[in-house]
Nanobody, 115 residues
Framework: QVQLVESGGGLVQAGESLRLSCVAS????????MGWYRQSPGKQRELVAS???????DYADSVMGRFTISRDNAKNTVWLHMNNLEPADTAVYYC?????????WGQGTQVTVSS
């Protein structure tokens, strides 16, 4: 059974930083595109950042230059480093693993940024 377990969310003030972690219990982790998505009340889930197997990364315009996605294939782990957080970043953040073998989601971790 595939599981994605996120951690690292919390309550911070604007301008502060957080690091989210996601550990994936999948085989062939290196073959997965790993992504972080977020969803705030009343809004659709949106892609924040993704990390492809070939090392390419992609970011939402709203987080470019503030967030960094990284992964360690030996640890089946992906991180989202979030700097200079803004109240608009408040959301539930979800880890995603996608490949031809399947598309999997974590349970989400809450990030709240106060002004």
């Amino acid at each position: 059974q595939v599981q994605l377990v996120e951690s690292g969310g919390g309550l911070v003030q604007a301008g502060e930083s957080l690091r989210l972690s996601c550990v994936a219990s999948v085989t062939f982790f290196s073959s997965y595109t790993m992504g972080w998505y977020r969803q705030s009340p009343g809004k659709q889930r949106e892609l924040v950042a993704s990390h492809m197997p070939n090392g390419d990364t992609d970011y939402a315009d709203s987080v470019m230059g503030r967030f960094t996605i990284s992964r360690d294939n030996a640890k089946n782990t992906v991180w989202l480093h979030m700097n200079n957080l803004e109240p608009a970043d408040t959301a539930v953040y979800y880890c995603n693993a996608k490949s031809r073998r399947g598309n999997y989601w974590g349970q989400g971790t809450q990030v709240t940024v106060s002004s």
